[in-house]
Every structure is written in C-alpha cells, then in structure tokens.
C-alpha cells in the first residue's frame, strides 16, 4: 500500500527460534533460550505454518500517510511543461511553489524524487550525414587498428583564445580558508589560435599559435609536421569539416604520403585531440608533453 515502510525483524532470533522449534522444543523451552517472550515464539510457529517460509519474514506497517500524493507530483510536471511566467526564462522551485500554492519544500521533495535537475546542462549533437557508418568506421580503425609504422595524427583548432594577463596568487577568505585569487583588472594582448595535433600511438601534442586561422595558416601547420617525418612514411590525418580543411589538394599533391580523414558531419567528437582542447582550459598540458611553436 502507498507509503507503507518495511518492518525490521521484531527480534534477531527468528531463524534459531524457527530451527528449535523444529527440533521438538517447547514453546516455553525456546523462549528461554532465546531470551524472549512465549507469545513471540508462539507467532512465529503459527505463522510458519500458515504461510511456510514467507511467514518468518515480518509485514510492512502502512506507516504515516503522505501528505501529497500521485495528483500533487503531475501537477508539479505538467506546470514544468507550461512557459514560465513572462519575463522569465525558466522555472525555479519559489515560482513553482507560488503558482501552485505549495511549499518550496513540497515542489523540491518531487523534483529530487524525480531526479530533476535544474542547473545541470548537457548538450547533444545529432548528425544526419548518410555516410557517418563508413566515416565514423574508418576513423575508428585508424584508432584501433593504424597501419604498420605509420603515423596517425588527431589535428584540429582552437579559435580565438583570449591572451589576457592578470595578477594571480592565493589569498584568505573570512572563513580561514586559502583560495586561488584573481585580480578583477587585467591587460588584453588580443586573442590567438592555436593548431594542434595529436599523435594518437603516443599521446604527444605538437601545437602551434597563429593570429589568423586561414587555410594558408593550416597548410604552414601541416608542412612543419610532416617535415619533422622520413619522406617515406605514411601519414593519416583525422579531421573535422571546417572549411579550411577542405580544398587542399594542391597542397595533399605535393605530399603524396600524407592522407586526411574527415569525420562526419557534425560528429567532430570523433576526433580525439577535442578531448585536449576541453581539459586545456583547467588543465594546461607540461611543457613536456606539447611542443609549442608561435607566429
């Protein structure tokens, strides 16, 4: 029944006062032993042998009837479903309340229950390209199964970082806890684009800044990767499908060793050096692991 609570066993002994029992003792013998009252013991033999084994387990009690039922809960997600009210972007737990006339802890009970997260975002991208299967699997073998002693690289860009620079230290707050400090005032040196690839076999980062992100800027990139590789050797490049990865041929025709793979579309996921550049932001890589050039 609605907001009835499992009952704990009355007593830890059901199952040795069960075993006694069989072996022919008395109530009162049992009870003895046991340490609990003849009336326990007697129970829990009448209701072994009205129901067998599911009788030793205790019934739930109905407990406190809620407050707000099954009509309280669709009330609250068919308003969610409703615009908020004018002005506003969105619900939040005080106007939800006032619009139904409930308490705040009410309408929070629901959400929690329903797993409802307000503040928490995720996004999604779907791609309708009719040849994602091929593309994503050529991809994907390239990750898990590259060709002998070839060098498969994960390339892509990073537009427009802010190049700001701004005092920085620790500093303690009213609480006697030390936090990172940031000054409110900084001085802006304009915004860069950084070129990196991804050398998938090893996990190194070759990166490389510009002030333009133009197909020329791509090409110079390139060129200095594959200078670094024996003239022999095969190169795979992984993409996305931004325009100045496309219409190079004349530059790929000059490199007859180097091959471009593009991802589908709008699944530049696919592409393993995204993952750096999303880290990058709150985990800037040692100087080790990316060689960083500039322009």
Same mark, same amino acid.
């Given at each position: 029944m609605p907001g009835a609570v499992p009952r704990?066993?009355?007593?830890?002994?059901? %199952?040795?006062?069960?075993?006694? =029992?069989?072996? $022919?003792?008395?109530?009162?013998e049992v009870s003895r032993e046991l340490g609990v009252r003849p009336n326990t013991?007697?129970?829990?033999?009448? *209701?072994?042998?009205?129901?067998?084994?599911?009788?030793?387990?205790?019934? %739930?009690?109905? $407990? /406190?009837?809620? /407050?707000? $039922?099954e009509e309280l809960r669709m009330r609250i997600l068919r308003q969610l479903e409703l615009p908020a009210p004018a002005g506003l972007a969105g619900w939040d737990g005080g106007? &939800?309340?006032?619009?139904?006339?409930?308490?705040? =802890?009410?309408?929070? *009970?629901? &959400?929690?229950? !329903? $797993?409802?997260?307000? *503040?928490?975002?995720?996004?999604?991208?779907?791609?309708?390209?009719?040849?994602? =299967?091929?593309?994503?699997?050529?991809?994907?073998?390239?990750? #898990?199964?590259?060709?002998?002693n070839a060098l498969v690289l994960s390339v892509d860009e990073k537009p427009s970082i802010q190049a700001l620079e701004r005092a920085t230290g620790y500093v303690q707050t009213s609480s006697g806890k030390i936090v990172q400090g940031l000054k409110s005032t900084?001085?802006?040196?304009?915004?860069?684009?950084?070129?990196?690839?991804? !050398?998938?076999?090893?996990?190194? +980062?070759?990166?490389?800044t510009t002030q333009t992100k133009k197909r020329v800027d791509?090409?110079?990139?390139?060129? !200095?990767?594959?200078?670094?590789?024996?003239?022999?050797?095969? +190169?795979?490049?992984? #993409?996305?499908?931004?325009?100045?990865?496309? /219409?190079?041929?004349?530059w790929l025709a000059a490199h007859p060793n180097v091959t471009f793979h593009f991802t589908p579309t709008s699944a530049s996921w696919l592409n393993q050096v995204e993952i750096w550049f999303g880290i990058l932001p709150e985990r800037p890589c040692p100087a080790r692991a990316f060689a960083l050039s500039s322009t």
């Open positions: 704990k066993p009355a007593w830890s002994s059901v %199952p040795r006062s069960f075993w006694l =029992a069989l072996r $022919g003792k008395r109530n009162d013991v007697r129970l829990w033999r009448q *209701r072994f042998a009205a129901r067998g084994i599911a009788g030793l387990h205790d019934q %739930p009690r109905p $407990g /406190k009837k809620p /407050k707000y $039922g106007m &939800l309340a006032s619009a139904l006339g409930i308490s705040d =802890a009410a309408v929070w *009970r629901v &959400l929690r229950k !329903e $797993g409802i997260q307000w *503040r928490r975002h995720r996004s999604w991208c779907v791609s309708t390209d009719p040849q994602f =299967a091929a593309k994503a699997a050529d991809i994907i073998g390239l990750y #898990l199964d590259p060709p002998d900084y001085k802006r040196h304009g915004t860069v684009n950084l070129f990196a690839a991804l !050398e998938v076999a090893t996990g190194f +980062i070759r990166g490389k791509f090409q110079a990139f390139m060129s !200095e990767i594959v200078e670094d590789q024996p003239a022999d050797r095969q +190169i795979h490049v992984i #993409l996305d499908n931004y325009c100045t990865h496309k /219409k190079n041929e004349t």
